[in-house]
């Protein structure tokens, strides 16, 4: 301490010894100046400085040291442990916010938790009236009351569709069954459920299916292609729908193509955007703005990558790139582990 106090006041010291030296100096060159006489003063001048030092030292060093002591005594881990009233106050309030904290967090979760198994019940039970309606709409004889009320029961269908699978992605990789799954019955089952929705807009389907086979799994993939299908009948009109699959790289490709209105350049960015339907049509209603972000979402475990090209006025063709056989190891890994 007294070696850092010297060293900071150092300039002072050194003026006063120089101040001191230059009065004795002066009175060696001035046989005039009595030298015996201001050596004298210089003593004591210089003892009152020694003495006003010490007691300067021992003022100002005082807090100092207590503060050092404070710092090598003070442990943030050790706040439980606190000595003092103040300190055992601090930590008691920390350590029950951080539990109280807890708790909620664990509550909100367990809300959650119960709020999604509700839901999911709760769509299940409504799948069954939904299977009795649409049996009772097939029995129907009037043809355009019947394609009418299809179209709305194939609303409800998807919407409840998309609200199921909604809550399962958060942990559909617990889900994963990776397979060799067939394309054509996945795909043609796809098309029977939209088929009187086609006849009504007047739109088929050319189907060429060069890759036959893909490594995924089938029900995810049927998901995604529901959406991707499901987008195209709704923004087409008396066209065709061209679906293909081809390798390209070792890899397969799957391509879902329709000669609909198109998306604009400005909206092609945001298409997988959660909630996002359109800025040219955006007084649409119908459109919900989750189809193709559940099906981004879902592809992402499967490894898939989709991606879309598409001109306004002109049609959508929507690309799906499946991985490669040795892209899915860590899947499997992952799942068997889990």
Same mark, same amino acid.
């Given at each position: 301490?007294?070696?850092?106090?010297?060293?900071?006041?150092?300039?002072?010291?050194?003026?006063?010894?120089?101040?001191? &030296?230059?009065?004795?100096?002066?009175?060696?060159?001035?046989?005039?100046?009595?030298?015996?006489?201001?050596?004298?003063?210089?003593?004591?001048?210089?003892?009152?400085?020694?003495?006003?030092?010490?007691?300067?030292?021992?003022?100002?060093?005082?807090?100092?040291?207590?503060?050092?002591? /404070?710092?090598?005594?003070?442990?943030?881990?050790?706040?439980?442990?606190?000595?003092?009233?103040?300190?055992?106050?601090?930590?008691?309030?920390?350590?029950?916010?951080?539990?109280?904290?807890?708790?909620? &967090?664990?509550?909100?979760?367990?809300?959650?938790?119960?709020?999604?198994?509700?839901?999911?019940?709760?769509?299940?039970?409504?799948?069954?009236?939904?299977?009795?309606?649409?049996?009772?709409? *097939?029995?129907?004889?009037?043809?355009? &009351?019947?394609?009418?009320?299809?179209?709305?029961?194939?609303?409800?269908?998807?919407?409840?569709?998309?609200?199921?699978?909604?809550?399962? @992605?958060?942990?559909?990789?617990?889900?994963?069954?990776?397979?060799?799954?067939?394309?054509?019955?996945?795909?043609?089952?796809?098309?029977?459920?939209?088929?009187?929705?086609?006849?009504?807009?007047?739109?088929?389907?050319?189907?060429?299916?060069?890759?036959?086979?893909?490594?995924?799994?089938?029900? /995810?993939?049927?998901?995604?292609?529901?959406?991707?299908?499901?987008?195209?009948?709704?923004?087409?009109?008396?066209? *065709?729908?061209?679906?293909?699959?081809?390798?390209?790289?070792?890899?397969? @490709?799957?391509? @879902?193509? *329709?000669?609909?209105?198109?998306?604009?350049?400005?909206?092609?960015?945001?298409?997988?955007?959660?909630?996002?339907?359109?800025?040219?049509?955006?007084?649409?209603?119908?459109?919900?703005?989750?189809?193709?972000?559940?099906?981004?979402?879902?592809?992402?475990?499967?490894?898939?990558?989709?991606?879309?090209?598409?001109?306004?006025?002109?049609?959508?063709?929507?690309?799906?790139?499946?991985?490669?056989?040795? *892209?899915?190891?860590?899947?499997?890994?992952?799942?068997?582990?889990?």
């Amino acid at each position: 301490m007294i070696k850092n106090y010297l060293i900071e006041r150092r300039s002072w010291i050194l003026l006063i010894l120089v101040l001191e &030296a230059l009065v004795l100096f002066v009175s060696f060159l001035d046989a005039a100046v009595p030298f015996a006489s201001l050596l004298y003063i210089v003593f004591l001048s210089l003892l009152i400085f020694a003495v006003f030092f010490i007691i300067r030292y021992q003022k100002e060093t005082k807090f100092y040291k207590s503060m050092v002591e /404070w710092e090598n005594n003070y442990d943030l881990s050790g706040l439980a442990e606190a000595e003092t009233p103040f300190e055992k106050i601090i930590a008691d309030s920390v350590s029950g916010q951080t539990e109280r904290l807890r708790l909620e &967090a664990s509550q909100n979760l367990l809300t959650l938790e119960q709020e999604k198994d509700e839901l999911l019940a709760w769509i299940h039970e409504v799948k069954t009236p939904l299977t009795a309606m649409s049996l009772m709409i *097939d029995r129907l004889n009037d043809e355009k &009351a019947k394609a009418s009320l299809t179209y709305e029961w194939l609303r409800v269908h998807h919407l409840l569709d998309q609200q199921l699978h909604q809550r399962r @992605i958060p942990f559909m990789e617990n889900d994963l069954y990776i397979e060799k799954t067939n394309l054509k019955p996945l795909i043609f089952k796809e098309i029977k459920t939209l088929q009187s929705w086609c006849m009504q807009k007047g739109i088929g389907f050319e189907v060429d299916l060069e890759v036959t086979q893909v490594l995924t799994d089938a029900k /995810w993939l049927g998901f995604i292609i529901r959406q991707l299908m499901t987008n195209a009948v709704k923004y087409s009109h008396e066209a *065709d729908i061209n679906i293909k699959s081809y390798l390209k790289e070792e890899q397969a @490709i799957l391509e @879902i193509q *329709d000669f609909g209105r198109g998306i604009s350049p400005q909206d092609l960015p945001r298409i997988f955007d959660k909630g996002f339907t359109s800025t040219t049509v955006h007084q649409e209603s119908a459109a919900t703005g989750m189809g193709l972000f559940l099906a981004k979402k879902a592809a992402q475990p499967l490894l898939i990558n989709i991606e879309v090209q598409s001109k306004l006025g002109e049609g959508t063709t929507f690309t799906l790139t499946f991985p490669r056989r040795n *892209d899915f190891l860590h899947i499997t890994l992952s799942s068997s582990s889990a």
